[in-house]
Each structure stands twice: as C-alpha cells, then as structure tokens.
C-alpha cells in the first residue's frame, strides 16, 4: 500500500506548500540528488524506493553516494537541469505561464545540492518528463501545428497517413500510448489508447505497416500539452486501412 501511495505522489506533479504551522525542511546531498535518481533508476529501483532512499540520505549528507553515482550519472542529471532552466527561462521571455510546478522545478535547478524535502516527488519524475518531452520535440520538429477550424466545423478526413513514432506520455494518474501519423500537408495525426488496454496491441501492429488509409467524418484539434503545436485526432469510429 505505502508503494502505491507514494507512485501516486510522484505521477500527481503536484506541489504541497509548508504552512506556517509546519516549517519547510531542506534535504543536503554531497552530488545532484537527480544523479543519484538516475543511477537508483538504471539500477533497475522503483520510484517508491527512490524516494525513500532520497529521504534518508538527504538528513545524512555525510554519506558518500561516490560508490553509486559514476560520472555519467552526473552529466545526465546535469542536461536535466539545464533542459528544465533553458525551456523555463523561454516561457518567461515570452510570457509564458509559470505554474507552481515549473517553480518547483526551477528551484531544484538552481539548488541542486539543498533541496525542499516536498519537492523530493517532483525529482524522481524529472527524468522520466524529460525522456518524454524530448521524444515529442523530436516528433513535432520540421512539422506544421494544426489549425484549430472555425466555430463548430469538424472536418472530415480521407486520405493516407504515415507513421512517425509512438509516445508513452504519463501525467497525474493518466498512462497513455500516443501514435503520430505525418499527414500529406506535414500535420501530426494523433492517436491516444490506454495503456495495457487492447486498442494499443491493434495499433502496434497498425503502425509496422507503415502507412494507413484512414476515412473519418469527422476529426478535431488538439493542443500537445505544454507546447503551442496541435494536432488532429480522428474519430473513433474512423475506418482505417493498411495502404
């Protein structure tokens, strides 16, 4: 149970605030904390025993995490970093919205060997966000965003697609497989299964085929959460085909 409770914690990307009555509490590490996340994740240990790890040795930092963390370690942990201050700074310049947990993140950028103990959650999940957000910047570079139609109008589709790449996307409590499909005019065609379920075992073997027909009455546009790109997604009744 505790297991479940804490994979729950960590996947809500949500961040608890101290209040007055309860004083935040730091956690001191003699390497970034994320490197020793990065090597605790290689060496196969579930997110559970991360943060649990994390916990201990962040109230004892006199204690050596050498014999773990190995240089490569380090430098993963250190692109990590950066990645989340660089993309953080570029929503600001422009305007951007900076949610609680962007700040969160931007504070265990910059303190990376004293951190808050309730932003422990937030470090386990920085790889697995990072993986995933570079996976969908590679998918959506040199393609075009989707215009969002006019009023109401929902498009009909008939035509061939081609398959780009599948992306396992995990926010909050949602596990989800996304496929993109290239369009003719260089859109992403998007669609989204459940992970385990059986739609992603169909859509498995429909995207080794490379290209598909597929023939909708209607499809609608959807933004890429975190980025200003949209897709199309078909309906789910769409009639598909193996070109």
Not at 169 to 198: A, C, D, Q, W
Request: a positive charge.
């Amino acid at each position: 149970m505790l297991n479940n409770t804490i994979e729950a914690w960590i996947d809500d990307l949500e961040v608890t605030k101290s209040t007055p009555d309860k004083p935040k509490e730091y956690l001191e590490f003699n390497t970034p904390p994320l490197a020793l996340v990065i090597a605790m994740q290689d060496a196969g240990k579930d997110g559970s025993d991360i943060y649990q790890t994390l916990m201990s040795v962040g109230k004892r930092p006199h204690i050596k995490a050498d014999g773990v963390v190995s240089f490569e370690h380090q430098k993963r942990a250190g692109e990590i970093y950066e990645y989340f201050s660089k993309k953080h700074t570029v929503r600001r310049i422009k305007n951007e919205y900076v949610s609680e947990y962007m700040l969160a993140v931007d504070d265990l950028c910059e303190n990376r060997k004293k951190i808050d103990a309730e932003n422990v959650k937030i470090l386990v999940s920085l790889p697995r966000i990072y993986y995933q957000n570079r996976t969908l910047e590679r998918v959506m570079k040199g393609r075009k965003s989707a215009p969002k139609p006019n009023n109401l109008h929902y498009p009909k589709w008939v035509g061939e697609v081609e398959f780009v790449e599948k992306v396992q996307i995990k926010t909050g409590h949602t596990n989800e497989m996304h496929y993109f499909f290239s369009t003719p005019k260089n859109y992403l065609m998007r669609i989204v299964v459940k992970k385990g379920e059986y739609g992603e075992t169909a859509w498995n073997t429909l995207s080794k085929a490379g290209k598909l027909s597929i023939d909708t009455k209607a499809t609608y546009t959807y933004n890429v959460r975190g980025y200003n790109f949209n897709v199309i997604q078909p309906m789910p009744t769409a009639e598909i085909k193996i070109v």
